[in-house]
């Protein structure tokens, strides 16, 4: 029997998250699935860890791919080229998936007649596993909320392989921790982001999480970087119209908060801040807004 899911995990020194993500894959309902765990040069032990699993369970089809360190965006590309199914799915190395993932997925796909793209809602737990929150509910599609920020997790987002090869992540090393929101903005303007109520996976912030753990330098050039991308694609800029002052404000806004956070950096969180009002006025009555002036006054 040919395989239907390909879940791809791209992983970097994750030893302490990667047995439990894939133990909840393990774990699945659906069953006709492969597995491909690729290494981006860790420097831990997640390549025994992988393997003992693999050992562990002969009878699954799991695969342990290693590469030069080269970010998430190319390991991700190197699961896609070297997966066989009908459908991938990007997972992060910290997240889990419930019983019922792939089951829901292939319902979805079953009734929607093989969709190119589409999404799973999913629940935010902390690193003590405790649930504070779910995604968001869209009636149809996520198409039009897209440009206003990054709100499908890789977990939940599921792409035919013909889309997915022809739509493949941005390498770009700068563009860390965004390619995601990225790779979900070009397709957006050419399909359908059909979006599935159903929980199936959860989100786990922990302080290690990539983007939580970053510096003010590396923060700005990757939204420079991203902005710059999409500003200058005019087939997103075409499609969002007058919307785009919005996702600049957007942008803007999340590099304020994320300086502010640091603590350090109060004066610079001040001027993006600044910068997202004059991109959008209508922001200063964002919940963001309000996150972002607590910590710099």
Known sequence: MSVFFSIVIPTFNRANFIENTIESIL??????????????????NTKEIVNTIIEKNPEKKIRYILQKNSER??????????????????????DTLYKNHLSVANEFIRDHRSP???????????????????GPIYKTTANKDLIFGNFLSCN?????????????????????????????????????????????????????????VTNKDKLTLTFETFMESILSNNSIVSYYKNQISKFKSSCFSYVSLHLALIGTEKKLARRYLLKSIAASPSSIFTKRFFAILKRII
């Open 27 to 44: 774990q699945q309902e659906y069953d006709n699935y492969e597995l491909l765990v690729v290494d981006d040069g860790s420097t831990d």
């Open 116 to 134: 190119e793209v589409f999404h799973l809602r999913y629940d935010l737990k902390d690193q003590e596993l405790k649930k504070y929150g779910e």
């Open 73 to 94: 965006g190319a390991a991700r590309n190197n699961g896609l080229k070297a997966s066989t199914g009908d459908y991938l799915i990007y997972m992060d190395s910290d």
């Open 156 to 212: 939940g987002v599921v792409i035919r392989k013909d889309i997915a090869l022809e739509n493949q992540f941005e390498e770009n090393r700068a563009m860390a921790t965004v390619e995601d929101w990225h790779l979900w903005l070009r397709l957006a303007v050419k399909y359908p982001i059909h979006y599935c109520n159903i929980i199936t996976s959860s989100i786990i912030n922990h302080e290690k999480r990539s983007v939580v």
